[in-house]
């Protein structure tokens, strides 16, 4: 620690942190553009000045920047003194002659930075009168706007772009003082994380383009807590609505998960709730009829031998209502076969393994990683992003041997050059992680699968022998082993997108001969789960559709309720047909048309996520709740209402459901502190969803009524449908938005929220662990190594995942749309040239014939096929492992 003096008041704060940190994160508002938690400091805007001195007895001191200041113990500087005010007004002002000031047509306007550092500033009066430099604007892609007339070359676009994210077709072109942040020519941005722009750049050069379609102002978007649904990393969103749409989504921030920044697709992929699709009233047999009829009917049809089908991507109240309507022996897991056989493997090594599963923070900390299988940048891109960052663990170790602080951003860079932490990346096909990898494999999953039972020896000889390894494999999995048995914090990551048990157990066993090494420390594992609430239904049943499908035969099935779930994804369709050919009635509760929905003889109206509240378990484990931003309209109810009204379950709230559920399930027992329960008031109010700017209430409803009408009543939060309310020491998981006095940005105020800047929120970032204190028997190795011999009748399918595309929900969102293409099938060239095959690719799918385009992916593995998953034209997600080929000539 050190005692520091600032403006005559002295603090105590943590020695080595940059000054414009410490004073941000005691409270002291000082301006700053260029510097940012996530990037660390290079004093590109000069903006943060302040006057340093070297003793008491100094009085004229000198002029310092905040972020490239280190601070040490005794440290005086003043933000006050002259000198420091009116040169950060010069900078300011001189920054600001080429700006165009149309704050007025900006949609930054509201929550700029730079608005809010000019008014800290006290530049209110324009003297400059000349010229002004001026740029051509650049298309970006369906998610950019591109004003390139605003930017003040804070750089840190293409810090945050390149530097962080990877990304390779975004930089600065300079000549002289015309510095031009952009792309070579116009072109859509490639990085998955290209939206990270709008919230990073302090200015208006860089906007949400699917905001600019329904633009309001911030202040009048009415915002809530919620939790992306998109995957299973479970990041922290904040949606914002106005007149009953859903007009965007921005980063929440939660210092264990997402941090500062959000993928493309969480960001994106919203307009599914704004969808022509939605279910907006009941239907009996495709007539619109009341909610009382609708459930009349449904009371009527519960009677003889009744099943329910879940969803991962249904909350754990909804799936928990269905549950208890149907009975616990009637219930199935949304999931395909494969799935719910990969999950329980997931889970078993959870609960049973020394194994840690990380947050995304402790993701960034490792220092050897494993990706065994999975396609992490497609499946969990949030994860990918934090797995960029743990290969610069190595180059902060240099930093520290040559005693630069990890904060100076550039020097470290320097002095690192290309050294980098091992990354190793073993997948099927080429990812977008293997720009930074040490050293990469290709295989078919069960190729991977022997690598790393191989890993495993080498780490621990006590683990099963591998045989048949070829010499280049046998050196590999040294070179693995040794790393991630030299590292202090090694990370092995693996998946269910993957499709392969062998590759999962596989992983388990790498993590067992590490923590026996270690003499039984935990060691970190990450399983990804492909969606929002997988690993939670998950852990409420074990029983996937097929199950489902193969009880119907067995039983005569009188009624079938499917929740939020479109079941021609998860199996053949074939089955799925013969299914509801033999269940009398079929009921669909679902937000969202779909195949399945179309075979409902009784479809209601279920919310979104944006209209509901509820909790979902991420990969991590963590529990998190989700609130509604906007109550539902029409006819449209909570998916877990319609249920517990069909059941006669009088719940009073979510609160109570939740307790139900906990109480059901020991395990889900820490689901009642994820979030306060909906009786928290602070000083007896609720907590506003409206800022306090919020404005045309009354004229909103006016073409209804000239009375304004009353705010809708919330039973199921402590969050209010008003801008009237309790504002300060709101806790983290009821914070709808951040603002404080001067800081209006979303990532700027929320400095004013954390204990410290780039730390927890203050009251500590919201959501609980489930699987913190899993049961410690004594964990056995895995010795079910796959055979190398290759089915020569047979080729191995690999599933291939899309960030844009694979997802159900995303794909709905039409500026994500845009970005996804048709299904497809891919071979190694030189198998499509042996099969004599260019164009088009038919293959058997269960007894079915199906005619793809083909792509030639020179990354696959010889002998097999892969399979866009999830994709307009193949939507399944489950396939089979091994298919048969049609050449053209009638061969198989």
């Known amino acids: 620690m050190a005692h520091i003096t600032i403006d005559g008041q002295t603090h105590e704060v943590e020695a080595g942190d940059n000054l414009l940190k410490v004073c941000l994160s005691l409270g002291l508002d000082l301006p700053y553009f260029c510097w940012h938690p996530a990037l660390g400091s290079v004093g590109a805007c000069r903006q943060c000045a302040v006057v ?25 500087v003043s933000l006050e003194a002259p000198e420091a005010r009116e040169f950060r007004a ?173 993928c493309d697709r969480g960001r994106f992929g919203y307009g599914f709730v704004n969808s022509e699709r939605r279910i907006r009233e009941p239907l009996l047999h ?49 999931l395909s076969q494969g799935e719910t056989s990969l999950a329980a493997a997931v889970l078993d090594v959870l609960r049973h393994w020394p194994v840690h599963v990380p947050s995304l923070s402790e993701v960034e900390q490792a220092d050897a990683v494993l990706v065994l299988g999975e396609d992490v940048a497609n499946t969990a891109p949030r994860l990918a992003l934090a797995l960029r960052q743990s290969v610069r663990n190595r180059a902060f170790e240099r930093a520290d041997q040559l005693k630069i602080p990890r904060w100076q951003d550039a020097a470290v860079r320097e002095a690192a050059q290309d050294e980098k932490s091992p990354l190793f990346v073993a997948a099927s ?36 022998a591998v045989s048949d390894l070829t010499p280049e494999d046998e050196r590999l999995a040294e070179r693995i082993g040794d790393s991630l048995a030299a590292a202090a914090r090694p990370l092995i990551v693996s998946g269910i997108a993957c499709g392969s ?134 006819k449209i109810r909570d998916s877990w209402r319609w249920l517990a009204d069909a059941g006669a379950k009088r719940w009073a709230n979510i609160d109570a459901l939740t307790a139900a559920c906990a109480a059901a399930f020991p395990e889900f027992g820490p689901i009642r502190h994820a979030a306060p329960p909906a009786s928290f008031r602070i000083e007896g109010e609720k907590i506003p969803r409206q800022p306090h700017r919020y404005s045309g ?44 006095p001067r800081w209006n940005s979303n990532q700027q105020a929320v400095n004013k929220f954390q204990d410290e800047v780039g730390g927890a929120l203050r009251g500590g970032d919201p959501g609980v662990r489930l699987l913190e204190s899993p049961e410690m028997p004594e964990p056995r190795w895995f010795d079910e190594v796959p055979s190398r011999a290759r089915d020569e009748t047979r080729w191995r399918v690999i599933p291939l995942y899309r960030i844009f595309g694979s997802e159900e929900l995303s794909v709905l969102s039409p500026p994500l749309a845009e970005r996804v293409s048709e299904a497809y099938a891919a071979l190694h060239p030189r198998d499509a040239e042996e099969l004599g095959v260019t164009q088009t690719l038919a293959v058997r799918l269960n007894e079915k014939l199906i005619r793809l385009p083909l792509r030639l992916e020179l990354s696959l593995p010889r002998g097999a096929v892969g399979l866009s998953a999830g994709l307009p034209g193949l939507f399944r997600t489950d396939f089979p492992a091994w298919i048969a080929i049609e050449t053209g000539r009638g061969e198989p």
């Open 286 to 334: 495709g007539e619109p009829v009341s909610g009382e009829t609708a459930l009349a009917h449904l009371q009527g049809w519960l009677g003889g031998h009744t099943i329910g089908i879940g969803s991962p991507r249904a909350s754990l109240e909804a799936n928990f209502a269905l549950r208890e309507l149907v009975g616990a022996e009637n219930f199935y897991a949304g």
């Open 501 to 634: 048990l062998a590759t999962i157990r596989a992983a388990a066993n790498i993590a067992l001969a590490l923590s026996n090494r270690r003499e039984g420390g935990a060691i970190d594992l990450c399983y990804v789960a492909p969606e929002c609430n997988t690993l939670g239904l998950a852990m409420m049943d074990g029983r996937s559709v097929v199950d489902a499908f193969a009880a119907a035969k067995t039983r005569d099935v009188n009624t079938a309720i499917i929740l939020e779930n479109d079941l021609y994804r998860r199996a053949d369709g074939g089955a799925v047909d013969s299914f509801f050919n033999s269940t009398r009635h079929v009921v669909v509760v679902d937000h969202i048309r779909h195949g399945t929905a179309a075979k409902a003889q009784l479809l209601l109206p279920g919310s979104t996520f944006a209209e509901t509240e509820g909790t979902l378990v991420s990969f991590e484990g963590r529990a998190q709740r989700f609130y509604s931003v906007m109550p539902g309209s029409g």
């Open 90 to 262: 010069g900078v300011i002002e001189f920054l600001m002659t080429n700006h165009p000031h149309d704050c007025p047509v900006c949609e930054e306007g509201g929550e700029c930075h730079l608005q809010d550092m000019t008014v800290m500033t006290g530049h209110t009066f324009r003297r400059y009168r000349g010229l002004k430099r001026t740029h051509r604007n650049q298309y970006l892609g369906p998610f950019i706007n591109h004003e390139m007339n605003r930017c003040i070359a804070c750089y840190r676009c293409v810090r945050f772009y390149r530097d962080y994210a990877g990304g390779r077709d975004l930089d600065v072109f300079a000549s002289r003082n015309n510095v031009y942040f952009g792309r070579f020519e116009d072109g859509i941005l490639e990085s998955e994380f290209s939206g990270n722009l709008v919230e990073v750049c302090p200015t208006g050069v860089f906007t949400d383009r699917t905001f600019s379609a329904h633009y309001v102002r911030k202040w009048d978007l009415q915002q809530a807590p919620s939790v992306c649904v998109h995957c299973g990393v479970g990041c922290n969103t904040s949606p914002g609505e106005r007149y009953g749409t859903l007009r965007r989504i921005v980063n929440r921030y939660n210092g264990e998960v997402n941090g500062y920044f959000l």
């Open 52 to 76: 340093q001195y070297k003793d008491e007895s100094d009085t004229r001191g000198r002029l310092v920047m905040a972020c490239m200041t280190p601070v040490t113990d005794g440290l005086r």
């Open 429 to 464: 096909c080429a990812t977008r992680l293997d720009d930074i990898a040490e050293a990469i494999y290709r295989g078919t999953p069960e190729a991977i699968a022997r690598l790393g039972f191989a890993i495993a020896r080498r780490i621990d000889p006590n683990a099963p």
């Open 697 to 740: 209430r009354t004229a909103m409803n006016a073409h209804r009524d000239i009375h304004e009408p009353k705010p809708p009543d919330d039973p199921d939060s402590a969050l209010a449908f008003s801008m009237e309310g309790a504002s300060v020491e709101v806790p983290p998981a009821l914070l709808p938005f951040v603002w404080a």
